[in-house]
């Protein structure tokens, strides 16, 4: 013989019951980062689905998408980060410093744009440059083996003859990759054509 319980149970809400209302906050962190390293561990937010946004000088020091900081160049910047949920905003403030690595770069035989504050500005669709790194004493460092792509945003970058030739119609950020020498570091590309 076999029996089946069912057993039902119900929770009933006395009208004088308070609902748990947690106002909106973000608390954020202070970051030390090297050139090339990222971070997406630096706020917290009450409400998960709030929307976030970064506002901060883009001195070419640091990057944030999709909640993630790219370190790009050395140096120290003031960011501030806000929560918005249903018209309450909460918001913090915290410092990105940027420490250098053992090495360092340089864009050079530049054609078709300039190279300012880490960032790339082309002047057409199509530019064409070098890149030469440096170890910690300023010595060149001749055929360094690298690896390169588009991060973010669209475009064709290809390396042939000792020089890279990017075509893109849009921003994007391209990031460089130098394994003997665990180098790693991130250009901005601002179009203005």
Same mark, same amino acid.
């Given at each position: 013989m076999v029996s089946i319980i069912m057993l039902t149970v119900?929770?009933? =809400? !006395? /009208?004088?019951d308070k609902v748990l209302n947690i106002p909106l906050a973000v608390y954020a962190n202070d970051v030390v980062l090297k050139v090339g390293e =990222?971070?997406? =561990?630096?706020?917290?937010? $009450? !409400?998960?689905e709030a929307d976030i946004s970064f506002d901060y000088q883009n001195s070419g020091i640091i990057s944030i998408e999709n909640n993630t900081i790219s370190a790009l160049s050395p140096g120290n910047c003031?960011? /501030?980060?806000?929560? !918005?949920? !249903?018209?309450e905003v909460a918001f913090d403030q915290f410092s990105v410093k940027v420490e250098g690595s053992n090495y360092s770069f340089e864009i050079t035989n530049l054609f078709g744009g300039i190279f300012k504050n880490n960032t790339l500005i082309l002047e057409n669709n199509i530019c064409q440059f070098k890149i030469n790194i440096f170890d910690k004493e300023n010595v060149k460092i001749e055929n360094a083996l690298?690896?390169?792509e588009i991060? $973010?945003?669209n475009g064709v970058l290809n390396y042939e003859m000792g020089q890279l030739m990017l075509s893109t119609n849009e921003d994007c950020i391209l990031k460089f990759y130098y394994p003997d020498y665990d180098f790693t570091f991130e250009i901005n590309v601002k179009v203005i054509v």
């Open positions: 119900f929770f009933v =809400k !006395n /009208k004088n =990222k971070t997406d =561990k630096f706020f917290t937010v $009450s !409400n998960i003031l960011v /501030k980060v806000e929560a !918005n949920y !249903n018209g690298f690896n390169y991060v $973010s945003g």
